[in-house]
């Protein structure tokens, strides 16, 4: 079926002339998947979810991303082999001067050694 040209809107996301019905029927359909991608993103929270539950799921995320961090000695020296957990870059590492203080690569901070003599 085709329309009359009297019929047809500007669409002003399209740039293009379009039909009334079909100027209707595109916003809606763009309006649902902005509204699935809304339910998609909101995360579904116990009741009694306040802010100190999610300040500590915050650092709880944050000490995991540091006990990733991954340090293995050397033989015959005093320095660490280390692995950075953001880009998975092996550099070596030394904990007495405490240098490099990022990863060379990403500029990650690296994490200190609790015991390096236990390594």
Known sequence: MLAPAD???LHYKYKQAVCAKCYSGRTEQEK???EL?????EVIRPPGWDD????LTRASKQR??????????????????CLCFQCKYSFKYDPVRKI???????NAEVPRLRNPGFF
């Open 37 to 41: 991608k809304k339910k998609k993103e």
């Open 52 to 55: 100190v539950d999610e300040y």
């Open 7 to 9: 019929e047809f809107k």
């Open 64 to 81: 995991q991303e540091e006990q990733q961090v991954q340090f293995s000695r050397v033989p015959g020296t005093d320095q660490f082999k």
């Open 100 to 106: 490099p203080f990022n990863c060379p690569y990403c």
């Open 32 to 34: 649902q998947k902005e």
